[in-house]
């Protein structure tokens, strides 16, 4: 059978770098095409990660022409990029795994914090409608089909993947408003150097950040349903490389069993390759999940059955982005969901 | 001026040897007796702590003789010892500042969680009654008297100076409920190598712990003056050696400003020493406060006046633990809080 | 074509648990069996390592019916249960691949540091010829045959794979001595909780230890070529969960060129798959390796051409230790070295 | 009597900062003015710091005007602007300490490396000649009377401090060669953010760098009298925020006794404030001196006698930086070296 043939543009950047090394490995991928907007001085993906020293894997010049024969186009680009090469890409046939923030938000209201400029906003907007979230375990039918999928982001995974299941399940006192207490490693900031990742501001250090006012609320938002002010979302930054543990807490409308809470996650995630859901009273923790793909789910329930923390955890690299984005591949093709993520 | 004598039972652990290094060098005390109930063949502090190389400070075995000459003692040993020891430190006149969580409860039921077992409950009754919780910024006058000082633990410092002055204002919604997440260095955990505390666990990764059941739950109820079901304290375990970061949810009764909310801890913590409150929107992190007994608190206030999200910063073995002791003292006999601190 | 029946004693360790982890996705493998000799409250290694949560690996208590069909036999254990069992295990035919220090050592003095007591000295004095040393860049013939390999020491792999070159090729000035200044993760002692290995005397800090008297000297000293006073060893403990950096010094009989020491090393490790060596002048670094079973080699020349700094870096639970362990059953069974490493 | 004044040029930095601490806090020193070359919208030093939020520091714009009262200038800036201000800041009488290495080596093949361009050529190879190296330990007459003090590079320290007493008594084989392999934190690479102090790319890692071509290297060789091809200096970066740990191998000419090593370290330190000698066979760590202005040093002799293995530790911003600015005052101007660094 061929290989599929792929292609990413921003293989330099972190998720990027992780997706390379991914699909470098995927057992139905050809060896994908890495493509670069900037003009540097280097011609092979290694001489950025000495990582995968002795891999002939080539960063060459982006252009259209280079990217006559791919099927699938990865996206690991700043969302500005995303937003103005991918309508373009879709014209002219392409399957898209978007990574960036750009066709994430259904609602004008949420995608107003990324302020964009479309050149064309009216097909922006139908793209906007069109474009398929890429969390699985939500929205797989609709993965299997589309052109374009949104590959979600890594706070928003981790909060959605332990919220879903209790809201659409009608349990959740949504009035009440839900607070979900975030933290992540450093990788999540990006591989450009900034006075917040320097070692030495990270090391031996927490801090809160964005409080309020944090881009992936929006993602949650949509994805969940609730309201803007039904929920607080905070990010804090982790002295770790990789991985995110988000603390949620809820209030139920009715008093109800851990069994039950537990029950309503396993029935959701029956079949799920990539969702891990623990017994009640028992919580994951970044070292789990971190280097994997999968997302880790636990709760306590308060004895008065009403007052619920649920922990989740993944990999900001994998779960939270370039695994997902794999995930997505396997979806869209129809292949198993494990292939290539083991 | 004749200097104080001191004496601290317990300086080998991480809390009696901060102690111990901020006793030696505080100008108004004596160098202090270091006694152990532990048989060991070694009569040197630097023996466990090389960092003091050069010191002269003995480890002596303890005994009540050895006690005579004493004005004031510190525990810095587990609860279970100060329970049993510090009614007759009392009875002999010693002063004691204990920095267990031994004597910290009035209300029986939150005492439950230690499962104290008294030789003679009654004058224990009298003692719990009597023991003066040692958060200075709320009880300066009754530490200035006490006889016993209970030293607060290190999460109910962070989260009482963060919440008492807003329920002293009255303003927050208490029904809703305060939500508490903390997270702490390692340091709080003891010195006493467990599998939970070994680098390669605690490393890379984040953990929730005693969701629903940490003992120093109580001691924020008591000081804050919450009910049981209204707040909800988990705390985590973060990869650096010491500082607490917790970040707190409250619902105002009222919306209210910022310029409102920054002036109520102003106007509480004026002319306290150890206590920052930082401009409204700006939020402190552990760097700030590591290595310092400082505790800082800073806010956010959502754009419908409502909804706050407060961050307190200390480190769990300064204001969190020792340095606070030494305030408690400077307290105790009059002295600036600032005295042997800076 | 039937899999490869195997065991391994001691899979809740670190080393142990990393070639559990391998040996679940070798596709030549069987599922293979956990045994353990301590008696525990549990059936499933993810109670132990919930990383691994859902799959379904038992732990089992030890017995030798229990290994009676089992081909290859793993022991990830103390040395001295290494030292006790494995004579009997190669009795009753099983193929042996020893993680421990065990059964490395050729020369009596070197084994001295153990202190084995052997119940039958004479037939120990065999087994300690007839065991081969396993590392395949340098035995990989005599691997292939072994009934019995013992498993190198992370260290001496890190050293050995860095010297043998050098040493073999004739140039090093041996009389002058080398020196071998290796620094390593905190896995490399153990998951058994000690002080040393408690997270607060570990994280910010660099400690040497075992000057002139590690274990892993002999090793090296054998295996390259050295004589006891002609090789100053020194490893140090790193803030790091895993990882070995080994910086060596060594002076050449003849000045000569990047270029032939570089030629010396590629021409060494000709069709090595787990050993990369670096260009003149670029340096590995930990991360580069960490989490693959490459040792990675690269070298700094003098400008006098006589003075060679090398600097090898491995992961200590991979190449050093579960990672080469595979790689032996590789060899040993005559499948490609890269089969289930990849 | 009245207090010294003293500016500090560079308190935005991480070893200017840290003297800024220092200063703030000395008795004898008013508060110093902080000066600024670069143009920021900000006028306090908290702005960069909020550890010291509650000072009232200011940050001005440097002029030679605002130094006009100024007793004692500490230069914390890159060695081209010390090279260019401070002999103007001499002709107008100011005693200086500088930070840089500027005026560190006084042989022009060393000082090649910085491949300074003086205006005044001559009248800087005067300077280089005047100014002290300011290691009081070594210097410590020398600097009591200097105008200008070069305050020693961090590495250099702990090589120096470690090295100098065995070669001024007679007994290190410098023909043999001598290897000092130095650890160092972060923080030595400066505050300005890069790809290498990127967090995720230091954090679980280690790297040799510069090896056969650190600028330190010169200090060494003329502070304790090697010739160039008679020293390796090879500095590898640790995940940590501070302290150098530098492990050194000295091959004695005759064989000796560890007391005979023990007396010549404690005899050239007797009375020595901030070096302590550690017994022999004991080894200092990183945490044992971090925060400190301490250098500690121990040693390990092979049972031959002759095979010398030293340690030596410092914090890089306190005995390897500003700390040791701090020493210099204190020596400069006759006080205690203890003052305002206890």
Known sequence: MAKLKTAVIGATGYAGFELARLLLRHPRVETPLFLTREERDTQRLEDFYPQITGSQAKLEAFSWERLKNVDLLFMATPHELSRVLIPEALQKGLRVVDLSGAWRLKQAKNRAVYGFHDANPESAAKLDDSAVYGLPELHRQQIAQAQLVANPGCYATSAIVALAPLMQAGIVDAEHGVVCDAKSGVSGAGKAPTQKTHFVEVSDNLSAYSVFGHRHTGEILEQ?????????????????????????????????????????????????????????????????????????????????????????????????????ALQNMNVMYGWSEREGLN
């Open 224 to 324: 969940v349903g609730l309201k803007a002010d039904q929920l607080i979302f905070t990010p804090h930054l982790l002295p770790i490389p990789r991985g995110i543990l988000s603390t949620m807490y809820v209030r139920l409308k009715q008093p109800t069993t851990a069994a039950a809470v537990e029950k309503i996650f396993k029935d959701f995630y029956k079949g799920a390759e990539w969702v891990r859901v623990f017994a009640a009273g028992k919580l994951p923790q970044i070292q789990f999940s971190v280097r994997t793909n999968y997302c880790d789910v636990g709760f306590v329930l308060a004895e008065d059955g009403k007052r619920l923390v649920v922990v989740s955890c993944l990999d900001n690299l994998m779960k939270g982005a370039a695994g997902q």
